[in-house]
């Protein structure tokens, strides 16, 4: 392997390092602005600030905690609407814009924890993804573009014995970190806030 491939490969394994270790950057505090910010039915919102809210303007530096107290405080919101309804909803109200169903509790768990979510990378998000994914990308480019001189014709590159190409131990992890993203992405969203927050510049 060429030097400059070699150090493309590092460039890459830097950059998606970082890319990493961003998903624990910042903090989270739950304040009433941030409630009327993510939840837009005001039934819902009645509810949740009727809740006795022992984390309100609190900071945690962990994801879990934070999603393990608002899951808590959002059941508890559930269970007051669903006794209030028993008695009858108010004139002209929709159910489920009063009832909080399990599919709105999911769903305010990432939007108050993306609006929740302060400090670290989300004050300068612009200059973390050009270091992220500009250390990637040019690592790759790196490694990939010295191939372009190779004479073409039939060569002995080792495909066949290629950790990422031949089921090997490299190929297995980067497969698990794919799906595995995936899987956060379009099921518990919630927990990748920093990666979301991450990625504005672009959106």
Do not use: C
Not at 99 to 117: C, F, H, M, V
Not at 124 to 144: D, H, K, N, P, Q
Request: aromatic residues 14%; proline residues 2%.
């Amino acid at each position: 392997m060429k030097k400059i491939q070699k150090a493309g490969l590092v460039l890459f394994v830097v950059g998606f390092s970082i890319f990493i270790l961003t998903l624990k950057s910042g903090h989270y505090e739950l304040t009433r602005q941030v409630i009327e910010s993510a939840i837009t039915k005001r039934y819902h919102k009645e509810a949740i600030t009727a809740v006795n809210m022992q984390m309100l303007n609190i900071q945690f530096e962990s994801n879990t905690e934070f999603l393990i107290k608002l899951n808590k405080l959002l059941k508890d919101a559930q269970l007051i609407n669903d006794l209030n309804a028993k008695n009858g909803l108010p004139f002209g109200v929709n159910e489920w814009d009063y009832r909080l169903s399990e599919n709105d509790i999911k769903y305010y768990n990432y939007t108050i924890t993306l609006a929740g979510q302060t400090g670290g990378l989300i004050v300068e998000s612009t200059r973390w993804i050009f270091v992220t994914f500009g250390f990637m990308i040019l690592g790759a480019l790196l490694y990939i573009l010295p191939k372009r001189n190779e004479l073409p014709g039939k060569k002995n590159d080792n495909t066949f014995k290629n950790s990422f190409q031949s089921r090997g131990v490299f190929g297995i992890l980067l497969g698990i970190f794919l799906i595995g993203f995936y899987v956060l992405l379009y099921w518990f969203p919630e927990y990748i806030t920093s990666w979301i927050h991450l990625a504005d510049p672009l959106s």
